[in-house]
């Protein structure tokens, strides 16, 4: 694949970003929050959709049964997350981040605040090992829709900082979807290969989560599901070891 084909949800990811926080300094927080709480619903019902059609990877997995060998990974890294208190400590990341820059100016707040909700969390792990190993990109496409409006509100009190964090997108974002490119050269068709369709499964099983979230549902801790995302594949090894594949 080629550089554009590993990074082009990051691209679209920075433009939104860009298009949001230019739009929010336009209106200047005139916008009203009706339409905001809308715009939200509308993505959150998106996500669930995406997050569902991802999980259906699980079941073109057969041998081992794909749904099993998920369930193990969220199940069990889940368990291992909450242990190393990953949801946890990403919040106190952030809000020891805040704290430490409080004061130092809005362009300085809305930088730090606006690079921390673009860049920690599960979506963009997620969204950049599938660009960078598929080239596909839907998660990144979901997370530049959140993220464009996202920075619209933010530019709209912070000002040209949110603006700023484009750049932090484009180079923590992109360097993960490269870092997970030099591993497609090792799998022949990663479209077909069972251990990214068992990747994208789990993650799509997480932005449902992250879906009930933005609707209101139920707020459940994803960033604690993590650890799926690699044991699913090291499942994987060990099952087909069993099941004599």
Known sequence: MSFFDQTWGTWLNVATVVGGAAVGLAVSGKLPSRITEAVMQAIGLVTVYIGIANAFDLAKVGEPPGVIVGLMALAIGAAIGEWWRIEAGLERLGTLLKARLKGRGRFTEGFVAASLLFCVGPLTLLGSIQNGLSGEAGFLVLKSALDGFSALALAASFGFGVLAS???????????????????????????????????????LMIVALGLGLLDIKRLRVASMLPALPLVVLFYWVAGLVWGR
């Open 166 to 204: 484009a750049i932090v997108v484009l180079v923590y974002q992109g360097g993960l979807s490269l870092a997970a490119g030099a591993f497609s050269s090792l799998i022949p068709d990663p479209a077909a290969d069972p251990r990214v369709l068992l990747v994208n499964g789990v993650g799509g």
